[in-house]
């Protein structure tokens, strides 16, 4: 029997506990491995280091990526319009794989995606999967890879898997009763969902669902729904961040407290104007760079952006962590120098009760950007200037740029007003 202590404790692989130097070497040796071989075997990738006038040996470490350009997911669509199927991103040639998989875009990737990857397993590990576990995979199975990559990855930690796939939920519910599911795997709004099928079904999920562990990804996981389900079921539900093309990018511990780097690739937080690499806290686009021979993306875009803490962590691992998913790169405003996301507003506005409106107006001045949170209140307030105080703090420690508040009648700001305003103009 693996107790809720057991499923929090212990990793998958001793690469987790390596010293900051150690990765550091790791990452490097992998690094010039993995751009050797792609530069021979993937036309893409070579074309991405001839372009950057660059030669594979000029890659020695981690820092010099940054020579290299970031290739998005809309680049992946229109270099494989060019050369299909694979936009030469394949290292291996088509006649050898064992799958195809299809992501919308369409984008069609090699498989298999695992081939010496134990990323997805390590993040399993820490979400507290063990051998012996009856796993439950509610994503999908059909055209993309994500399912197996999961299946797979379970069966590297000696579970067993139920490829369930999407939707069906009666009959997802009846299978996690009478198989005595222990780990499900799925969006977490599914998982919300088929408790709520249980119940509708005459069942008492915590008495007869066997449930232990969930491992949820492609949503945001709420806080409070986490909390509710958690307490409710009696189970640990660990989110994870990753892409169909790249794989895992991040995943969480025991701790809760933000996403471990998987070891067996390289995360870097870019600048996305710059392609600069930025520092813990610092927020910019979450760039992935894998050792997968069959597909070696080499400097790969997620589009989401995020920060970093490199912060030790009470289970013992010791990659940094991804924090929160703030949003996507095309949405942010960069504002003395920082990015503004419309999702870093609302994150301010949420602090105070007092707020039910606002948004930020960026203008320049004498050369220099001045931002203005403008905000409508809920009622008129007894003492705006030390709530517009707190609310400057508020800003300055999510936003990281000083702003002027401005209080605002109730109902000025018309409904669908864009959340940050850019009325700079540049000369
Ligand atoms: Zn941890």
């Not at 992998?30 to 751009?35: F, R, S, V």
């Not at 794989?97 to 820490?126: C, K, M």
């Not at 990559?149 to 939707?167: E, F, H, N, Y």
């Not at 009470?314 to 962590?321: E, Y």
């Amino acid at each position: 029997m693996v107790t809720k202590k057991d499923r929090c404790s212990g990793y998958f692989s001793k690469l987790e506990i390596m010293t900051e130097s150690e990765r550091r070497r790791y990452h490097n040796r992998k690094l010039k491995q993995i751009i050797t071989y792609a530069y021979e075997k993937a036309p893409a990738v070579k074309k991405k280091i001839d372009q950057a006038k660059i030669k594979p040996g000029d890659i020695k470490t981690v820092r010099d990526l940054e020579k290299l350009p970031i290739t998005e997911k809309a680049d992946l669509i229109s270099l494989q319009k060019k050369n299909p199927p694979f936009g030469g991103f394949n290292g291996v040639p088509p006649e050898e794989l064992g799958r195809f998989f299809i992501s919308p875009g369409p984008i069609y990737e090699p498989g298999e995606l695992v081939y010496e990857d134990t990323r997805w397993a390590q993040g399993l590990y820490a979400g507290g999967f063990r051998a012996g576990d009856i796993c439950q995979i509610t994503f999908n199975f059909h055209l993309v890879p994500f399912g197996f990559m999961l299946d797979s990855s379970l069966k590297l930690l000696g579970c067993r898997t139920i490829p369930a796939g999407v939707g069906n939920t009666e009959l997802q519910v009846r299978v996690m009763k009478d198989l005595k599911v222990t780990g499900f795997l799925g969006t977490p709004s599914f998982l919300f969902a088929a408790v709520q099928k249980a119940k509708e079904m005459g069942l008492n999920p915590p008495k007869d669902l066997n449930l232990k562990t969930a491992f949820v990804a492609a949503e945001m996981l709420p806080e409070s729904l986490r909390d509710s389900l958690e307490s409710e079921l009696g189970l640990m539900i660990r989110q994870s961040y990753g892409t169909a093309d790249i794989g895992c990018l991040g995943f969480e511990c025991s701790q809760k407290n933000g996403m471990h780097f998987p070891d067996d690739c390289i995360v870097e937080i870019v600048d996305p104007q710059t392609g600069k690499q930025c520092n813990p806290g610092e927020i910019g686009e979450v760039v992935g760079t894998c050792f997968n021979k069959v597909y070696p993306l080499i400097r790969f875009g997620s589009g989401d952006l995020s920060y970093v803490s490199d912060e030790p962590c009470p289970c013992g691992r010791t990659s940094p962590r991804l924090m929160k998913i703030i949003g996507r790169v095309d949405q942010v405003t960069k504002v003395k120098g920082m990015f503004i996301h419309p999702g870093l507003v609302d994150f301010v506005a949420a602090k105070f009760s007092e707020i039910c409106a606002c948004q930020v107006v960026v203008t320049r001045e004498g050369h220099q950007d001045r931002m203005i949170f403008r905000t409508e209140l809920v009622r008129p307030c007894s003492d705006p200037t030390i709530l517009s105080e707190a609310i400057g703090k508020a800003i300055q420690e999510i936003l990281r740029v000083r702003g002027e508040v401005e209080f605002l009648p109730k109902g000025s700001l018309p409904e669908g007003a864009k959340k940050i305003e850019d009325k700079r103009v540049w000369e």
